[in-house]
Nanobody, 128 residues
Framework: QLQLVESGGGLVQPGGSLRLSCAAS????????IGWFRQAPGKEREGVSC????????FYADSVKGRFTISRDNAKNTAYLQMDSLKPEDTAVYYC?????????????????????WGQGTQVTVSS
């Protein structure tokens, strides 16, 4: 059973930073691309970023480009999302998901393509 556990969320002031972690269990992370998604109250889930497994290439939603950085440490079976210059509109529950190993960007632009169940997520709140 593929299981991912998100952590690292919290309350931060605008302009602050957080680093989210996505720990895999029951499978080898380097066989999959990893995507980060978020869902704010009353809104649909949206894609944030992903990193491919085959070549490590990355994809970012326009709303986070230049502020967020995705990475992976296959030795630790963990992926990360470094979030800098946070804005109130970044407030949401953040989720990670395993994706097919290549061309993960399609899942960020169309999060409805993501199959399987979602984990608990981690809450990120940006507020002064």
């Amino acid at each position: 059973q593929l299981q991912l556990v998100e952590s690292g969320g919290g309350l931060v002031q605008p302009g602050g930073s957080l680093r989210l972690s996505c720990a895999a269990s029951g499978f080898t992370l380097d066989d999959y691309a990893i995507g980060w998604f978020r869902q704010a109250p009353g809104k649909e889930r949206e894609g944030v970023s992903c990193i491919n497994a085959n070549d490590g290439s990355t994809f970012y939603a326009d709303s986070v480009k230049g502020r967020f950085t995705i990475s992976r440490d296959n030795a630790k079976n963990t992926a990360y999302l470094q979030m800098d210059s946070l804005k109130p509109e970044d407030t949401a529950v953040y989720y990670c998901a395993p994706l097919p190993p290549a061309v993960c960007g399609a899942y960020i632009t169309q999060p409805g393509l993501v199959s399987g169940s979602w984990g608990q997520g981690t809450q990120v709140t940006v507020s002064s």
